[in-house]
């Protein structure tokens, strides 16, 4: 199995930005589709965002599209996930996810994050008002 390690989070102004990345290692990064799901503070763990193997397919949270991107270079074995406009409902411990049984990012959405094959540590991110 590939291991991810995330970047750290951190604290963070409302309307502010901050980009995430996950590192891979292990396995070959480019047959995993690739994920970041959320966990916000007593709540359950929830999708984020989607991609591909090559980064052309990608799936969000209806809630969170147009704030979010995620992107992925193959070359460096990392994914990314831009926030931007941050909000305080977006505090949350954030997780990369991969998963090489499913190559399309809306299965990864559909089948949800107790299907999810390997995850990263949770980063946190804290955004205040």
């Known amino acids: 199995q590939v291991q991810l390690v995330e970047s750290a989070g951190g604290l963070v102004q409302a309307g502010g930005s901050l980009r995430l990345s996950c590192a891979a290692s292990g396995r070959t990064f480019s047959n995993y589709a690739m994920g970041w799901f959320r966990q916000p503070p007593g709540k359950e763990r929830e999708f984020v965002a989607a991609?591909?193997?090559?980064?052309?397919?990608?799936y969000y949270a209806q809630s969170l599209k147009g704030r979010f991107t995620i992107s992925r270079d193959n070359a460096k074995n990392t994914v990314y996930l831009q926030m931007n406009s941050l909000k305080p409902d977006d505090t949350a411990v954030y997780y990369c996810?991969?998963?090489?049984?499913?190559?399309?990012?809306?299965?990864?959405?559909?089948?949800?994050?107790?299907?999810?094959?390997?995850w990263g540590q949770g980063t946190l991110v804290i955004v205040s008002s």
């Open positions: 996810a991969a998963d090489h049984t499913k190559t399309d990012p809306f299965i990864i959405y559909i089948s949800g994050y107790k299907l999810v094959e390997v």
């Open positions: 991609i591909g193997l090559s980064g052309d397919n990608t």
